[in-house]
């Protein structure tokens, strides 16, 4: 089987509960970088985080990140894809997610922004402490949101909600949905991420195998949660990890261990022969 690509999920995939990454994994990972693989993340996180979450690796020459809205060029840094949400939809999805405590966090070019508010709800949702201080580390902090949002004419590529409480991710998608154009899935039991239409990873993938000359047989698309549903049935071989969602695992076209059983590294091993 030739395949030359290897798009691979972080959190719920290669990264195991605490945030980390197994040894057996990362090994896997660098050997199929040294053999010619072309490894991408492919990741809901934004294009800073992803690189800090995978500052042991080499810098891979490829991020696909916010869902597939955002394709980056490791080095130099370059981004070579935007899609964004029109700039009155995202108002008005701003709008309607400040009435909530929530965590809100937006994707704008490579960087992420918060709010000090925001940062102190994701902590009261119940999220892994771990993941918070991971995924705060490289977001730019401001004050409020209201201004960069509602003031200024920031396109943003991807929402990321996190509610305090459950209920009101349950009533906010609703609304949400509710809005022309406004597709928002949830990924985790308190959030809620909103992309462009309905872009997806295997939208932003196609993108960047199109560019590159290398066809859907040729990729590896390893995943677990419900945004790599698409790109997990457009690989020529589609990976779900043993802990992915039922959706996932029955378009997978193999299922591997999971996060905490080094599936990225089986996978690896298996289908390139590591």
């Known amino acids: 089987m030739d395949l030359k690509l290897v798009a691979i999920d972080l959190d719920g995939t290669l990264l195991k509960e605490d945030c980390t ?21 492919s990741t809901g996180r934004g294009y800073r985080n992803s ?3 995978l500052k042991e690796f080499p810098v891979m020459p490829y991020y696909i990140n916010a869902n597939g809205t955002t394709v980056t060029r490791g080095e130099p840094e370059e981004v070579l894809l935007s899609r964004t949400i029109p ?14 405590p929530a965590f809100v966090e937006l994707y704008h070019g490579l960087d992420a922004y918060d709010s000090r508010e925001g940062c102190d709800n994701l902590y009261k949702s119940g999220v892994m402490e771990a993941y918070c201080r991971q995924l705060l ?6 004050e409020h949101l209201d201004d960069f949002v509602l003031k200024e004419e920031h396109l943003i590529s991807k929402f990321h909600i996190v509610c305090v409480e459950k209920k ?18 949830s990924t985790a039991s308190h959030n809620i991420e909103i992309a462009d239409t ?20 040729q990729v590896l698309a390893i995943g677990d949660s419900e945004n790599d549903y698409e790109q997990i049935r457009w690989a020529g071989v589609g990976v779900a990890v043993k802990n992915a969602y039922p959706r996932v695992l029955a378009v ?10 080094d599936g990225v ?10």
């Not at 057996?24 to 010619?36: P, T, Y």
């Not at 580390?137 to 401001?142: F, V």
């Not at 009101?168 to 899935?185: N, Q, S, T, Y």
Request: glycine letters at 10%; one cysteine or more; proline letters at 3%.
């Open 51 to 53: 690189r800090f979450v």
């Open 87 to 100: 700039l009155e939809t995202g108002r008005a999805i701003y709008r309607i997610a400040r009435e909530y």
């Open 137 to 142: 580390k490289t977001n730019i902090h401001l």
């Open 168 to 185: 009101d991710k349950e009533e906010l998608i609703k609304r949400l949905g509710a809005l022309p154009g406004v597709f928002p899935i």
């Open 252 to 261: 997978a076209d193999a299922v591997v261990g999971s996060n905490e059983e």
């Open 265 to 274: 590294a089986q996978a690896l091993e298996r289908f390139l022969n590591l």
């Open 21 to 41: 990454i197994s040894d057996r994994n990362r090994k896997a990972v660098c050997r199929a970088m040294e053999l010619g693989c072309l490894v991408v993340p």
């Open 198 to 217: 309905r872009w997806s990873k295997k939208d932003g993938l196609a993108w960047l195998c199109g560019q590159l000359g290398i066809g859907a047989g």
